[in-house]
Structures are given as C-alpha cells and as structure tokens.
C-alpha cells in the first residue's frame, strides 16, 4: 500500500480532518446571518413522530444538519461505503446525523430493510438526489424508491450563501464562508408514489423531484444573491 493510501486510511488522520470541517461549518455557521423559510410542515411532521424524507442536491450536502433541526427528531443520512463518503458521514455524524452506508456489495434487499427498520422507530431519511457520484443535478431512482416503500413525506430543501467555497468535486461541493449571509430553504414534495408505479409514471416522478429541486435550489441561490450563477447548465 502507498504512503498516501496509509495517510487517508489512517484512523486518527480521518478524525481530525472530520473534527476540522465539522468545526468549520460549525463556525461559518455561526458567524454569519441566515433566513430560514418553510420548514413549519417538516418540523411539525418531525416533533409529532413521524419521519420524512429529506432530499437535496449533494452540491449542498454540508449545511444538511443546519437544513434538519435534530433537536425535533432523529435522521440518518444514506452514504457512500467509499473513503470520501466514510469522511462526509463521519463529518454528519459530528454534526448530529447519523448515517447508513451504501456499499456496492451490500445486498439491496438488506439496504432496503435497514431502511425500513429506521422509518418504523421513528427516524427520517436524508438523500442526496444525485449522489455520491452524479451526474450533478440529476436525480437518481432512489428518493422514489424510498417514498414508495415508506410511505413517508418528501421534503425538498437548499440552502445558498452570498459567498461560498467550492471544493473541486464533480459536483462544485459549496462550503459555506464565515461572515457572510445565507438562506435555508424547504418545501413538501407533493406528488403521490403509487405502490406499483409503471416505468413511464416512476420516470414521470423522478423527473418531477429533479424539476422540484432545481427549483429550490435556483429559489436559495436568488435569494443569497448568487444570480443563477449555480443552474443546472452550469454545473452539469
């Protein structure tokens, strides 16, 4: 094994890289101004018991503990089983998250019970529609999948800052910049996922939350003063 692969994989490396960025966004977090606008349904849905499910673009990943009040319940995020999904969890799991790691050799059967078995004790499922790999801003099967399976409420949510990082991802993954002022932003997903949904009707609503998140997200980066300067031609 290489030096470099010895250093990513070292245990104690890792923790200080999360408690680096956790403490980070913590403190960006902190210091700057932040609006948050339509979260009434999600948390009253949240504090009464029930959970949701909570999607994003994975560009906006980082701010999902601040875009979900732990206070009112719990959540768990789906992450990728690869290095940097293992530090993004670990970095969510500092900041309140937990987490349930997709691996392509965990069975889906077994993801999909795992699943299951944290809506049923009450806890909500967070999804990054395009992650881990992308391509960025287009949604995967998996929010669906997972609405019609659970049963559960949909969430879409965002959050854009007047100025930000990017990290030189496949996505432009946005760090949030101390000092600075942000938006949040929610809104329910509220289409109905048939139990048997056909090809054409499950394409219909993937289409239509990758449309609802689009929206969001251009909505938060207006908002944040950032003049469509993140759409989704940009990015892809």
Known sequence: MSLRKKIADSPKVNRAVETLLAGYVRFAYRTSRWERRGFEEMDACVASGKPVIFVLWHQRL????????TSL???CALTSAARAGRLAGQILVRLGFETIPMSSHKRHVALSREVLRRTKEGCSIGIAADGPRG???VSSDVPITWARMTGCRVFTVAFAEHRVM???TWDKQMLPLPFSRGVLLCQ??????????????????RQSIETSLDTITDAADAAAGRSGEDAKTQVS
Do not use: C, H, N, S
Request: cysteine-free; charged content about 40%.
């Open 62 to 69: 980082i701010m999902a503990p601040y875009l979900f009040d």
């Open 73 to 75: 319940g719990r959540i």
């Open 135 to 137: 391509p960025a801003r």
């Open 166 to 168: 990017r990290l030189p």
């Open 188 to 205: 329910e997903w509220t289409e109905e996922v048939p139990k048997k949904p056909t090809d054409k009707e499950f394409e219909r609503l």
